[in-house]
């Protein structure tokens, strides 16, 4: 294992067997989501953003930042394939508050990952920046995959392909949908130009979110908003609840 991968693994605060498995895949991918927080900040300022793993590696595990789907999958499968799973990067069409006659050029695009196991595809995502699966989803139509309160289910469609749906009090919401076609060439990361500034991130007894200068705070059925008013109130909240700094 080279120091890198180490660093990581140590930055997640991961002990135990790295032997390829899908009990592995599921614990990399809950302490990803609760160590590394999806932001777009970067972008929201207006800042560059490089997809190398260098680069990543570097602001994501060096300078203790977050990153939109792009930067965290892309990162997160070198993870993986470093650690000796089989690993395909995917684009998808993500659909979660978009009006269902949006044209699809318009849809923004977001990128997952599909790890091959025992002949048995799972999704497994660290990028979303909202409720979304905390373990691998293996991808078989009509599969249901609960954790604790949230229910998602795995549908196919032969015009849409793969589709992920999140259980709502009043439907099934579809989250993304992405094919099986190798040529994603067709999808290349075409990056949101959302000009509020977001992160989130889950943790044990919830999540964190921040949208603006709006950070919510929710734990089991609480929810605590807390509004800053300055630019030194919006650094320190963003310290406190995503330990991110921005310079």
């Known amino acids: 294992m080279n120091s890198q991968i180490q660093q990581y693994l140590n930055y997640l605060q991961f002990q135990g067997s790295i032997e390829p498995s899908i009990k592995l895949l599921g614990q990399l991918q809950t302490k990803h989501l609760h160590t590394i927080p999806y932001e777009n900040l970067d972008v929201a300022l207006k800042r560059g953003i490089s997809f190398t793993i260098p680069d990543l590696f570097q602001k994501i595990i060096v300078q203790q930042r977050g990153g939109n789907c792009f930067e965290l999958n892309i990162l997160y499968s070198w993870l993986l394939r470093e650690l000796g799973f089989s690993v395909t990067n995917r684009y998808a069409q993500f659909w979660r508050n978009m009006d269902a006659n949006t044209p699809l050029e318009d849809v923004p695009m ?32 009509h599969h249901e995959h609960r954790e604790g309160n949230e229910l998602y ?95």
């Not at 997952?112 to 991808?139: E, M, R």
């Not at 009043?170 to 993304?176: A, D, G, I, K, T």
């Not at 991130?201 to 200068?213: D, E, Q, V, W």
């Open 110 to 141: 977001h990128q997952l990952l599909l790890v091959q196991f025992d002949g048995v595809p799972y999704i497994s995502d660290v990028g979303v920046g909202a409720l979304a699966p905390c373990k691998p989803v293996p991808l078989i139509a």
């Open 153 to 247: 289910k795995i549908e196919w469609d032969d015009t849409y392909g793969w589709m992920l749906y999140e259980q709502t009090p009043h439907n099934w919401r579809l989250l993304y949908n992405f094919t099986d076609s190798d040529n994603d060439a067709n999808f290349a990361p075409r990056l949101s130009h959302q000009k509020n500034k977001i992160a989130m991130i889950r943790t044990p007894a919830g999540r964190h979110t921040m949208f603006n200068n709006e950070f919510r705070i929710y734990e089991g059925h609480s929810l605590t908003t807390y509004t800053t008013h300055t630019e030194k109130e919006w650094q320190q909240a963003l310290e406190r609840y995503f330990h991110i700094s921005i310079t």
